[in-house]
């Protein structure tokens, strides 16, 4: 791949992403993503082929920086990983929207690159159990389901959060006890919690 090209590729994936997060695949127009990257629309095509595969090109990048951003590591307790989950999330509303539009898109359908988003989350699962010093099981996969979602969902639905913690919610200071509460409930539930059987088939979220 030539410079430019990875350029073109840089400029046409920056441009998708805010078309996508504001439009969903359906609402999001071609012709303005070539515009706003500053490239011909035929270069679009030539590098990601349709509308969809360029939606999943995007999703795809904006995981990966999300996982290099906020790594499961040797070092993230799974209270501070919501925390760094919390943080990025609020500041970077854009891929909890995509996940949005995909989600409305497909519905229970099977994604086009299901096998590559399963990988990704085997890996963070991986981590976690690891970190948890369990092995990895149903409960593994429950509780990384759980923490994403502490984490995500007052950025995900903000009107709910302004109608049932106040109309401050979005102001730093309520974002900020909102955030250590979360972070001591994670703390308690991951220290406290008893150990439930695992009577379920093991599989991947």
């Known amino acids: 791949m030539t410079k430019r090209t990875e350029i073109t590729r840089a400029l046409l994936l920056r441009a998708a992403r ?12 071609v012709d303005r993503i070539a515009e706003r990257a500053g490239v011909n629309k035929q270069r679009l095509y030539a590098n990601f082929g349709d509308k969809e595969q360029l939606f999943q090109h995007v999703v795809s990048d904006a995981l990966d920086e999300l996982s290099q951003v906020v790594a499961l590591d040797d070092g993230t307790d799974p209270a501070a990983y ?6 990025y999330h609020r500041t970077k509303p854009e891929l909890l929207r995509l996940l949005l539009w ?30 948890t010093g369990t092995p990895l099981s149903r409960d593994t996969r429950h509780l990384l389901l759980s923490l994403i979602g502490l984490a995500a969902w007052p950025q995900i639905v903000p009107q709910l959060a302004r109608l049932i913690v ?18 001591a409930f994670v703390r308690n539930a991951t220290e ?9 088939t093991d599989g991947a979220l």
């Open 18 to 29: 805010t078309e996508f997060a504001a439009y969903g695949i359906a609402g999001a127009r």
């Open 82 to 87: 919501v925390a760094r989950v919390f943080d």
């Open 102 to 131: 995909e989600s409305l898109h497909y519905g229970e359908k099977p994604l086009p690159n299901e096998e590559d988003r399963t990988a990704l989350y085997e890996a963070k699962l991986s981590s976690l159990a690891e970190r």
């Open 166 to 183: 106040g109309p401050d919610i979005h102001e730093d200071e309520a974002q900020a006890r909102l955030r250590d509460h979360i972070i």
């Open 192 to 200: 406290t919690a008893p150990s439930v059987p695992d009577t379920g």
